[in-house]
Structure formats: structure tokens, C-alpha cells
């Protein structure tokens, strides 16, 4: 079992390979299946993996898979088929949920001797999850009607200056070296509510721009926790999608004659367009 | 500010597999046709479910008695789980829809 992290590196050459197949329409539906064999296999080693500090656990982690594989299926079952973008973006902000749940727990394992740079990754999992996680759920939720557009004149502002306090309280943290106990969770409050924000004044008809651009974040959240536990197949799955998802973002962009920033800060028009 | 430097001269490999694979990304998708957006994000959805791995350590990692850690951490591969299985399964259903039309 020593060496069954070496196949790591073969999940790794499934994703590439897989998302490099998704890419053309004759391969696509062979590369959605070779990436799914690439997840399986890495799920499959993360259980065997020989680990520091191992201390089992496996029924816990069985049950959570069982429930999670069942959810997961009844789910992309029963959605209509016009109802897929909203349901994508739910399932993302789950994936942005689990880079949370973990780097909340990491970082309170912290101690006199983690070095600064271990923190900072921590803390910006612990964010950009965060955002990807609320963010995905207000997209979901405007895709599905349940959530009204919103604007007001002062939201970049204010987005702009909660986006100030979030990386500051972060930075302070980092520097600090936890003197704070409760910080942490301010910090994780504080980050759920910009994904919150940061989402709520954009147009319902650029949500598949936003979903593809949080689902990039859900990546970069993935490759930092990659970092936390050195493990290579989260590092490059993860910026395998931060990179590919940010790519994807730019290029829908393109196709509706819009610029990111436009997206993203203006939203000129979009509500009249939906309206 | 020598720490972040000392950080970063011990992490040089990592570093360098980042840009590499910033590239590789870039250089994956480019060629993408419009039609192919939505099932292509659907599908990097789900790759990005490989956190699902870091959930898996921290179980494996965590005290027998601390359920603090174990039931966050469960709840953890719980929803990324959702991400991965559901995110392939609605990509094939949206690419299945693909072949019967052309």
C-alpha cells in the first residue's frame, strides 16, 4: 500500500485528458467519462493514501460518500433539462462549501510554529471558497426565479470596501499570528457575505458568465487546500479548473459581446435586457 | 517579509507545477467551440469537486473523539461529493442530449 500515491499521478493524466476531450464534440461525452474515472481514481487513493496521523475514520467517510453519491445522482436526475445552469451552480457552491468546512478546521489546528505562508493559503481557501459557495447560491437562485435582481447605485462601492476589509482582516490575521480567537469566524462571516454581494447586483441574464467565473474560484479554492495537505492532484485539478474555468469565463463573455469587467462592475443593460 | 520570501524559496516546485499548469489550463480550453460552454463549465464543475479529497484527509486525520472536525469534515465530502457524482452525471445527460440532435 506504500505506493498507492503514486497513483495520483494517473488521476491526474485522466482529468488533463478528460478536460482536454470535453473541449471538442466529438470526444466530449468519452472526456466527461475519463475525467469521472480520473475523480474516482483520486477518491479511491485519498481513503489508502498513507498519511501522517492517520487515524481511520473510514466509516465516516463511507456513509458521507454513500449520501453524497445518492444526493448527487437523484439530483441530476429529476432537474429538467432547461434547469441544468441553476443546478450547476448550486452544485458548485457545495464544492465551495467543502473548501470552507475544511479550512475552517485547519485553521483553528494552527500553533506557535506555522509559518506565515501556510496561514495566508489557509485563510484565502477559507475566502474564495466562501465567495464561491454564497455567490453560487444567489446564482442558483436567480436562475431559478427565487431571487430577484437587485441594484443600487452604491453596491460597488460597498463591494469594493467589504472586499477591503475582508483581504485586510485577513492580512491582520496572517500577521498576527492568531491572537484573536473569534477571528477566524469573522473572517469566514465576512467572506460568505461578499459572495453574497458581490453576486446580488448582477444581472440574471450574465449568471452563466458569474457560474463559470465562481466555478474558477471553487478551483483556486481547491488548489490552496492542495497546498494545506501537499497533495498534488487537488493542487492541479485545482488550477487545472481556476485556469481552464477562467478561460471559459472570458470566452462566454466574448460570445455575448460583453467584457468581464463589464460583467462583473457595470452590468449595463442587463437588466433592461431581461426585463 | 523575509518569512513570505523564505516560504516561497522553500515551494519552488509547487510553484513552478502553478504556472505550468495555469498554461496547460489556458491552452485545454481555448479551442472551444460556443455550442460546447455550458456542458464544458458543467464538466469543470465537477473536477473542481477534488477538494472532496482534502475532506477525505482531514477525516482521516482527526481525533476518534473529535466530532467537531469529523462531522464538519463529513459534511464536507457530503456536499463535494454532490459536486462530483451529480456534476458528471448532468454534464452526460447534457452531452447525450448533443448526440440525438446531430
Known sequence: MQYINLLYILSTVLLIIGLRRMSSPASAAKGNLIAAAGMGLATIVAMFDPIAGDQGNYAWIIVALAIGTVVGLVFSKKVAMTAIPELVSLFNGFGGACAVAISIIEVYKFGETSSIGARATTYMALFIGGVAFTGSLIAYGKLSGKVKDWKSGISSYFNLIWLALCLGLIIYEVVAMGQIEYLPMAILVVSLIYGFTFVLPIGGADMPVVISLLNAFTGIAAALAGIVYSNMVMLLGGILVGSSGTILTVLMCNAMNRSLINVIIGGFGSSAATA | ?102
Open chain 2, 1 to 102: 517579509m523575509l518569512e513570505i520570501l523564505d516560504y516561497l524559496s522553500d515551494n519552488v516546485l509547487t510553484i513552478n507545477l502553478w504556472i505550468i499548469t495555469i498554461y496547460l489550463g489556458f491552452e485545454v480550453i481555448s479551442k472551444v467551440p460556443t455550442v460546447l460552454h455550458t456542458p464544458l463549465m458543467s464538466g469543470s464543475n465537477a473536477i473542481s469537486g477534488i477538494v472532496i479529497i482534502g475532506a477525505i484527509i482531514l477525516v482521516r486525520q482527526s481525533a476518534n473523539d473529535d466530532y467537531v472536525s469529523l462531522v464538519i469534515g463529513s459534511v464536507g465530502i457530503v456536499l463535494a461529493t454532490i459536486n462530483v457524482v451529480g456534476g458528471h452525471a448532468v454534464t452526460n445527460r447534457m452531452l447525450d442530449m448533443f448526440k440525438k440532435k446531430s
